[in-house]
């Protein structure tokens, strides 16, 4: 029986974070080191971080602080001391396999950290702390280590696995389009294709390469007709999407928000469009030409919207996906909106939709016009600002809804309603209506409570008759009794009517 394989809980959220941050560690510029940093702890507050990760965070840390020149020497001697140290114990303690330990001098010429890092640890342990100098020449030696056994050979291992999964997709195509090609064969290779995927490399690996041109996404210059080409693709996609699902049951909700997620890089990438910080796409879109950017937009909400109406989302999911649509407003999303609209049904949930009809309404009353700069051709542009106009003024009809009603409940009803002009402000311990100024409710009366609790009788209508007890009290403790005698009818009065 094949074990089962947990995946690896990582920091980032996918790869192409990853490899931001290692541009901006490995950078030149400051400001840029210094941002690569922040990010690090950021990671750290989230789960444990890789030791090589940290290590160039210490190491890069620390010449910043050098390099602002606000630090003492004997600081600096310190901390770059600590971080070498941390370095090489760290990988040469990974390495201790066996029942008796080696010398870290032989574990590290096996990893080949160079020698001097090594001695430079020794001193910084065992004997006086290294000069400043030495330990400002060790730590570029330790970040091209780093780099060349760790940043780039992740980055080795994501081309490969990217290859790998290239590979499997053009073996699928092939099979769907032979012809005479029998059914369990395709389903056979979908199933070596699922075995051979992990679940964590869906986001950031297995996903962006369905929508490269020539899988989900046919070439920019096919000839055949776009409605011929859809019903091709779809006939052979949604089985093998279906299989997805089967095996990992977020895929088609990863499928549909990576598309709206490429759809808003591949928009914002071009500050002529739309200003605001660049995404997974923009690296390669902003080098395409408008009619390929126009083409992948094209398709991939034209798979967005097919996704909505194959599968039914949960609500949760629905909503993230309509947030993901309102980031980037624009014609291409116009049926995923619409579709995701109906699906909410917002017209029988108007209460539970309170949040999202806020933000809707904000969003469809300040779309940007910029975006449809390449459609005014065809008067796309204006017939999509007609059609917010309208949806914003649905919106709105939708928000009155949910306000309370003004109709008042039959006075003969137990329970009336009220709006905040009938309120009046009362003391503390007072109901409002005949009930005097300054009431007096002692609630300190000692063994006179028992003496009026006996003393005081409710008759069938609530009203209350003062016993023989009462009458023959003193002056100075009539006056108690009397204030109480006033309140108590009132209250029990209160309680008759609403009961």
Not at 232 to 238: A, D, G, P, Y
Not at 298 to 312: C, D, I, N, S
Not at 323 to 352: A, F, G, H, W
């Amino acid at each position: 029986m094949q074990a089962i394989k947990i995946p690896r809980v990582v920091p980032w959220t996918d790869f192409d974070e990853w490899t931001e941050v290692q541009r901006l560690l490995l950078s030149e510029q400051f400001d840029e080191r210094k941002a690569g940093v922040q990010r690090v702890q950021v990671w750290a507050t989230r789960t444990e971080v890789p030791l090589a990760v940290e290590c160039t965070r210490s190491f890069v840390h620390v010449q910043l602080l050098d390099e602002e020149g606000n630090t003492a020497d004997t600081v600096l001697r310190h901390l770059y001391s600590l971080a070498i140290l941390r370095f090489v114990n760290g990988f040469c303690d990974a390495e201790q396999k066996g029942r008796t330990a080696r010398s870290v001098q032989g574990l590290s010429e096996d990893l080949g950290i160079p020698v001097f890092l090594v001695d430079l640890r020794h001193e910084a342990t065992h004997t006086t702390m290294p000069t400043l100098q030495a330990l400002r020449f060790a730590i570029p030696h330790a970040l091209r280590w780093l780099e060349e056994n760790y940043w780039k050979k992740q980055l080795v291992h994501l081309q490969a696995t990217k290859d790998i999964i290239k590979d499997l997709l053009k073996q699928f195509l092939d099979l769907s389009r032979t012809k005479g090609k029998k059914k369990q064969d395709i389903e056979a290779h979908l199933e070596l294709m699922t075995s051979q995927i992990s679940p964590s490399s869906l986001g950031r690996q297995f996903i962006p390469v369905l929508f490269l041109e020539g899988f989900m996404i046919p070439n920019v210059d096919d000839p055949k007709d776009f409605n011929k080409k859809c019903k091709e693709l779809r006939k052979i996609w949604m089985p093998a999407i279906e299989k997805f699902q089967d095996t990992w049951i977020n895929f088609v909700p990863m499928l549909a928000a990576n598309a709206v997620s490429i759809i808003k890089d591949t928009l914002t990438c071009d500050e002529g469009l739309h200003t605001g910080n660049t995404g997974k796409a923009a690296a390669f879109a902003v080098n395409l030409p408008w009619k390929k950017r126009s083409h992948m937009c094209t398709w991939l909400a034209h798979w967005g919207h097919q996704l909505l109406l194959e599968f039914q989302l949960e609500h949760s999911l629905l909503v993230s996906l309509l947030r993901d649509c309102l980031d980037v407003p624009c014609s291409y999303l116009k049926q995923m909106l619409q579709t995701i609209l109906e699906q909410l049904d917002l017209d029988k949930n108007p209460k539970v939709s309170q949040e999202l009809l806020v933000e809707l309404f904000c969003a469809a009353s300040d779309f940007p016009t910029e975006l449809f700069s390449n459609d005014s051709s065809n008067g796309i542009g204006q017939e999509f600002s007609a059609e917010l106009n309208q949806f914003s003024q649905h919106v709105a009809d939708l928000a009155r809804k949910t306000k309370p009603s003004d109709t008042n409940v039959p006075e003969n009803e137990a329970w009336t309603l009220v709006t905040d002009k009938k309120w009046v402000g009362v003391p503390l311990g007072a109901l409002p209506g005949g009930v005097p100024s300054h009431p007096v409710l002692d609630l300190k009366l000692g063994d006179q409570d028992d003496t009026n609790a006996r003393g005081i009788k409710r008759g069938a209508l609530g009203d209350t008759v003062e016993s023989e007890t009462k009458k023959q009290r003193n002056d100075s403790k009539g006056a108690t009794s009397s204030n109480l005698s006033v309140a108590l009818p009132i209250l029990d009065d209160c309680v008759v009517k609403l009961f």
